[in-house]
């Protein structure tokens, strides 16, 4: 008997210890798997609150927009007939108006309920120099939390009072914001510049409290105040949150620059939520592996199964990380492709007329001068400068026209040092007609694979750029670096350094701090250097100037025999 049981004993304990294999094995893959579905829901919650975000600024301006309209038409009348002109504005639905008196005192007011919460809502910013929204308010007459946009209205230079254009939280947070905070929807929050919860979908309580704050009511139940620090500081980010015995939430955050003002935006999931579907999958498989290990040779096909359902599901994952690239990518050139189509309709709508009023201002200075019998030099003053704006106005419609239209690049295997110094004699007259010492180190060659016409396009504006920064008898220094896999490229200028504040957005287009500058050169550089497979920064310093560096991946390896080919090949083309 005891050699009969003996078999079963060896097969129940082996079978048992591979049970324990497989179980341990088993949550180690479901830990894996489960951060994985954690990882990638960050990601995508991380683009809907960013696309969030970016529709609560875009409905905002647009409320902003009526409102400077409406101002713009209130500073150009007599005050007198301000009342007139409220009167007959034509507002967005939902939305109403009022002017603030800089004492504090409301003009126009439709109830005297509305009249103090707006004066109250409104005290913190009234006086501001620029357009402003304050935080939501109850003002006694709706259900619905308002917010109010406070617009200055100026005469002679000062602040005569403020225009106040009232509209619906809901408004502004529009329908794909609207969770109705339940376990199954992700919590929406809004925090402003201090900490003040403005929304909190999921609790409701917590509007007007101000967070972090040592000793406030929720401090117990946070153990710090990370992520919230983060909100405040205007990152955009991800992260965990443990509320005191509240389930371990995902918040991903995102700042939302609106009107004056600089708001968080966050939406969070519990984390049980999220790996619902994994959680109750894994459990099935588990249990599927014990019943098979218990039945013998059933244990070697779950297992198999198993490893084929986790290639899929790794499969699927980068298959979706593919389609959101391609999206992503799509959708950038849809955007640039919109931008060609309404480049390509402002220089048809703008150029000709342009060029037309260029030459009747060319005639108009010769018919002035041939029935007077002479020259006019304030008039010929007056067509100079009529004639630069027109051409101004002609430049800035090519660089949008350019920027929108960048072709793909047509790469060809060349010398970088070749081109660039090629590249550098347009710009010595230019030089020297500024009085600015050109230094080079092109030593460092090596060959890259470039469209000559774009790059010299980009290559061009960090010169110019340079050239404008450069101080008066200034050096401007152009470098080369080689290193393994890739080359760099340094274009510098002595001039003063760049504020620490517009580094961040000096590639954005549009972004421009001349007087007459479109905001487009530094952003083109970017696209053409992106085309090339490439990137490009900035470093600035007080004392030290300012360097853009450019970095592109070299070509690759020639064939054994291939340049002796080239060589031959050119020899018989001569």
């Keep these: 008997m005891e050699i009969k049981s003996r078999p079963w004993l060896i097969a129940g304990a082996a079978g048992l210890a591979l049970l324990l294999l497989f179980g341990l094995a088993a949550r180690v893959l479901y830990d894996r798997t489960e951060q994985r579905v954690v990882a990638k829901h960050a990601r995508d919650h991380q683009l809907v609150t960013q696309f969030a975000a970016g529709a609560l600024v875009h409905r905002a301006e647009s409320f902003q927009h009526a409102a400077e309209i409406l101002a713009a038409r209130l500073e150009a009348a007599p005050e007198n007939q301000w009342p007139q002109r409220l009167a007959s504005a034509s507002l967005p639905a939902r939305t109403r108006v009022c002017l603030l008196r800089p004492d504090g005192t409301l003009l126009y007011p439709e109830q005297a309920e509305a009249l103090a919460s707006l004066s109250l809502a409104a005290a913190p910013w009234r006086g501001s120099a620029g357009p402003v929204l304050t935080n939501p308010f109850s003002d006694g007459a709706s259900v619905e939390r308002q917010l109010a946009l406070l617009v200055p209205l100026r005469r002679q230079e000062r602040i005569r009072a403020h225009l106040v254009l009232t509209f619906p939280l809901e408004a502004l947070l529009g329908e794909p914001l609207r969770f109705g905070g339940g376990a199954e929807q992700p919590n929406l929050a809004l925090l402003d510049e201090e900490g003040t919860v403005l929304v909190n979908t999921r609790h409701p309580e917590m509007l007007g409290r101000r967070i972090p704050a040592a000793g406030h009511a929720c401090q117990p139940c946070h153990s710090d105040f990370a992520l919230e620090r983060r909100m405040l500081a205007g990152e955009t980010g991800a992260g965990q949150l443990q509320v005191a015995q509240e389930p371990l939430a995902l918040v991903t955050f995102a700042p939302v620059e609106v009107a004056g003002r600089r708001w968080s935006l966050s939406l969070s999931q519990p984390y049980s939520t999220i790996v619902a579907e994994t959680h109750r999958g894994f459990r099935s498989i588990v249990f599927l592996l014990g019943f098979s290990l218990l039945v013998g ?69 010769e018919e002035v001068k041939r029935r007077l019998g002479r020259r006019d030099l304030e008039l010929e003053e007056v ?16 660089e949008y026209l350019r920027f929108g239209r960048l072709p793909q690049a047509a790469r060809t295997r060349q010398s970088l040092r070749a081109a660039v110094e090629g590249y550098l004699a347009f710009f010595e007259p230019e030089l020297r007609t500024r009085g600015l010492r050109l230094e080079t180190e092109l030593d460092a060659d090596a060959e890259v694979e470039l469209d000559a016409t774009l790059f010299g396009q980009a290559f061009g504006n960090l010169v110019r750029n340079a050239i404008e920064a450069s101080a008066e008898n200034g050096t401007l220094r152009v470098e080369l670096e080689r290193h393994s896999d890739h080359v760099a490229l340094h274009v510098h200028n002595d001039g003063p350094p760049i504020p620490a504040a517009h580094r961040p957005r000096l590639f954005e287009p549009f972004f421009t701090t001349k007087p007459n500058g479109t905001g487009l050169g530094l952003a083109y550089a970017r696209r053409v250097v992106e085309e090339h497979g490439g990137t490009i920064d900035c470093t600035s310093a007080p004392g030290a100037g300012t360097t853009f560096t450019v970095r592109l991946p070299r070509a690759p390896a020639r064939a054994p025999g291939e340049e002796s080919k080239e060589l031959l090949l050119a020899g018989a083309g001569r």
């Design 297 to 365: 040779l059933a244990a070697v096909g779950g297992f198999i199964e198993l490893r084929a359902r986790q290639r899929r599901a790794e499969e699927r994952a980068r298959m979706a990380e593919r389609q959101a690239a391609m999206e992503s990518r799509l959708r950038q050139s849809e955007q640039l492709a919109s931008m060609g189509r309404m480049a390509s309709q402002i220089a048809h709508q703008i150029n000709t007329p342009l060029a037309t009023l260029g030459l009747n201002v060319a005639w108009l200075e």
């Design 383 to 398: 067509s100079r400068a009529l004639a630069g704006e027109i051409e101004r106005l002609q430049r800035v419609v090519n």
